[in-house]
């Protein structure tokens, strides 16, 4: 049985607060609940606010099978002469009782008639495999809920736009980890699977992890485009030179989906920098604290660059795509004072579809939209005319 952390740590409950920190790290070290579990749980209990103990772990449901055992099984010897015995028991009770693992021979009558029931109607059992992906998913929110918050300071405050662009450098070196020592940040709440790739069913912002993995996105290297991105004539010894991941090596942990979607977004920001480099020799740079994530970097004095690292199928005539990157440009010109910025939107990869779209120019030619730099063989697509109209754009005013 686990400690119940105090609501308000004083002198006189000291030990107990040790005690209760030293039980729920041996769920952690177990990889039932990560030090950010911890962390949370505690301060809510701290400042007195309700929180749910942790019953979604293999420990939770074994100490609750133990207790259940132990109540039925003193039905058991006091009935133990009735012909038949109705017994009572309540969802919640259900909902943690498992003995899948005991053979039939070490269950009483009781014991062997709860899991009957279970099966028969189709009970919800919280096996390893239901913590494991509820443990998935928490992880997964806390990573989203990190992005979505971060989001809206990365221009006011340069202590959230470091750790945020730390954070995504991290996974460009360690899509997957043998050791995860971070778990106490939910920006490295990485999965603890072995695994280099997986299958997820995203909605929204939400993800489940169907069984058997089944789910419609991959996340994985080839999802990303990094094997595409590695053909392109002297990017694999760039990403070597940078201590980037060349390849998704399984081992204990790898990137939650919501990591991923930030791995695909640096992946595509430091290989499209690369091939503008290579192509027309132009210098990249970095925008500052004021425009931090507005776009992706910035060309010449006055081109910022947005880069699309996705492979499903594109529409050129996407209204939303269109007018978020003209909000974007909008709100650069206000907080600059200057009314002369334009923007080149580069798809990376040609998408896997056979639409196809040109270059094309928007609001009143401040805005160009390339359809891929690269194909799927990590070949540069645009011809040498479409490369004289990039250059043209850029430097015309």
């Excluded at 021979?105 to 109607?121: E, F, H, K």
């Amino acid at each position: 049985m686990l400690t119940l952390i105090p609501e308000c740590a004083t002198k006189a409950n000291t030990k107990q607060w040790i005690r209760g920190y030293y039980e729920y790290m041996e769920l952690a070290d177990a990889d039932e609940i990560s030090l950010n579990d911890i962390k949370t749980y505690a301060r809510e209990r701290s400042r007195g606010r309700p929180i749910k103990q942790f019953r979604n772990t293999v420990s939770y449901v074994g100490a609750q099978t133990q207790c259940i055992l132990q109540a039925i099984g003193r039905l058991d010897r006091t009935f133990n002469k009735v012909a038949e015995v109705t017994v009572m028991i309540g969802d919640g009770v259900l909902d943690y009782y498992n003995v899948t693992s005991m053979a039939p021979y070490q269950l009483g009558p009781i014991a062997q008639a709860l899991q009957d029931y279970q099966r028969q109607s189709h009970w919800r059992v919280v096996t390893s495999e239901v913590v494991k992906k509820e443990r998935w998913r928490n992880h997964t929110n806390q990573s989203q809920e990190f992005f979505n918050q971060v989001k809206h300071d990365l221009q006011v405050k340069a202590v959230v736009a470091r750790r945020y662009q730390k954070a995504r450098e991290f996974y460009l070196q360690h899509p997957t980890l043998m050791n995860n020592q971070r778990t106490d940040q939910p920006e490295f709440a990485y999965l603890d699977m072995q695994a280099n790739a997986y299958y997820v069913q995203r909605n929204g912002e939400m993800f489940d992890f169907p069984e058997n993995n089944n789910g419609r996105e991959s996340i994985s290297a080839a999802a990303a485009g990094l094997p595409i991105l590695l053909a392109y004539p002297g990017m694999l010894a760039h990403f070597k030179q940078n201590q980037w991941a060349i390849e998704w090596e399984s081992k204990n942990y790898i990137l939650n989906p919501v990591q991923f979607d930030n791995y695909c977004g640096i992946l595509g920001e430091v290989s499209a920098q690369f091939v503008i480099k290579d192509q027309w020799q132009y210098r990249t740079s970095l925008l500052g604290n004021q425009l931090n994530e507005l776009f992706d970097f910035q060309l010449d004095k006055r081109v910022l660059v947005d880069v699309k690292n996705w492979r499903y199928p594109h529409n050129s005539e996407n209204d939303d795509e269109q007018d978020w990157v003209l909000k974007k440009l909008a709100r650069v010109c206000k907080m600059t004072g200057r009314d002369d910025w334009k923007v080149l939107i580069v798809n990376l990869i040609e998408p896997d579809s056979d639409l196809t779209f040109t270059s094309h120019l928007l609001k009143g030619q401040r805005v160009m939209e390339l359809p891929a730099l690269l194909n799927r063989q990590g070949q540069f697509v645009l011809t040498e005319t479409e490369k004289q109209k990039v250059a043209t754009f850029i430097h015309e005013y």
